[in-house]
Nanobody, 112 residues
Framework: QVQLVESGGGLVQPGGSLRLSCAAS????????MNWYRRTPGKEREWVAT????????NYADSVKGRFTIARDDTKKTVLLQMNSLEPEDTAVYYC?????WGQGTQVTVSA
């Protein structure tokens, strides 16, 4: 059974940082790419970042490029999203994704 469990969200001031984690199980994690998405109320789910199976290639949405970093730890079957220089526009529920599977999401709120 595929499971994706996000954690690490919270309330942070503009300019602050958060580190999201996604614990994966039930599929061959080391052999697949992983994604982070986010959703703001009233908007479509937005792709944020992707990392390939080897961890060598990453891609980012223009809105987060230079501020967010995606990484993976295959020994722990975990994908990470380091978020720096956070802006109020980054407020959203963040989701971990593989294929058609999604986690439950973790809320990130950027506010003074």
């Amino acid at each position: 059974q595929v499971q994706l469990v996000e954690s690490g969200g919270g309330l942070v001031q503009p300019g602050g940082s958060l580190r999201l984690s996604c614990a994966a199980s039930g599929f061959p994690f080391s052999f697949v790419g992983m994604n982070w998405y986010r959703r703001t109320p009233g908007k479509e789910r937005e792709w944020v970042a992707t990392i390939d199976f080897a961890g060598r290639n990453t891609n980012y949405a223009d809105s987060v490029k230079g501020r967010f970093t995606i990484a993976r730890d295959d020994t722990k079957k975990t994908v990470l999203l380091q978020m720096n220089s956070l802006e109020p526009e980054d407020t959203a529920v963040y989701y971990c994704n593989w294929a058609n599977y999604w986690g439950q999401g973790t809320q990130v709120t950027v506010s003074a």
